[in-house]
Nanobody, 123 residues
Framework: QVQLVESGGGMVQSGGSLRLSCAADGRTFSNYAMGWFRQAPGKRREFVAAVNPSGSMTYYGDPVKGRFTISRDNAKNTLYLQMNSLKPDDTAVYYC????????????????WGQGTQVTVSS
């Protein structure tokens, strides 16, 4: 089991940047595949990005490819999401996600979730 806490959300104008962080408890963080999902009001939960335990492989949802970068620092037990060229459609609550066995994906999210952090992008 792992506890996840997101931070770094806020309000930014279109074209701006934010970096989200997800702090994980425990010394087994490096065993977890990690991901980010987002959900806007009235919309389905959407896959954003994922990374394998070592950080060597990354995956992105089509809407964020070329703009967002997922990374991790296993020494700090922290997952990051660098978000550049933000658009109003990126407005959502962003959730950190973790799993011991599978890299999170649209159909198979990880077993553990953070509380979420709000990202708002204005026109």
């Amino acid at each position: 089991q792992v506890q996840l806490v997101e931070s770094g959300g806020g309000m930014v104008q279109s074209g701006g940047s934010l970096r989200l962080s997800c702090a994980a408890d425990g010394r087994t963080f490096s065993n977890y595949a990690m991901g980010w999902f987002r959900q806007a009001p009235g919309k389905r939960r959407e896959f954003v990005a994922a990374v394998n335990p070592s950080g060597s492989m990354t995956y992105y949802g089509d809407p964020v490819k070329g703009r967002f970068t997922i990374s991790r620092d296993n020494a700090k037990n922290t997952l990051y999401l660098q978000m550049n060229s933000l658009k109003p459609d990126d407005t959502a609550v962003y959730y950190c996600n973790a799993d011991l066995y599978n890299v999170p994906s649209t159909l198979l999210p990880g077993a553990y979730w953070g509380q979420g952090t709000q990202v708002t992008v204005s026109s």
